[in-house]
């Protein structure tokens, strides 16, 4: 079955960077788009960042500069480098992909704060 699991988040001080990865298993990976998303406290899940399995890659406005997605087919891995961290980037950050259905992972908390 599809299992996604996400590592690489933290605590970290307004102007720090973080690598999120994602590990993905049960599906072929190579094939597959994925996405990240965030969802800060209460507020909606949203798109952050996604990777076609080309690799040709798209950003929310809000994250462009800042976020790169990439993804390492040999590892069936994908990541997010966020650098500069904000405060307004704290929040749960999910792993994605969709075959038929949106599978996601557990998440992985960001945290900005001085």
């Known amino acids: 079955q599809v299992q996604l699991v996400e590592s690489g988040g933290g605590l970290v001080q307004p102007g720090g960077s973080l690598r999120l990865s994602c590990s993905a298993s049960?599906?072929?990976?190579?094939?597959?788009?994925m996405r990240w998303y965030r969802q800060a406290p209460g507020k909606e899940r949203e798109l952050v960042a996604g990777i076609t399995w080309a690799g040709v890659t798209n950003y929310a406005d809000s994250v462009k500069g800042r976020f790169t997605i990439s993804r390492d087919n040999a590892k069936n891995t994908v990541y997010l480098q966020i650098n500069n961290l904000q405060p307004d980037d704290t929040g749960a950050y999910y792993c994605?992909?969709?075959?038929?259905?949106?599978?996601w992972g557990q998440g992985t908390q960001v945290t900005v704060s001085s």
């Open positions: 049960g599906f072929t990976f190579s094939t597959s788009g």
């Open positions: 994605n992909t969709r075959r038929g259905t949106d599978y």
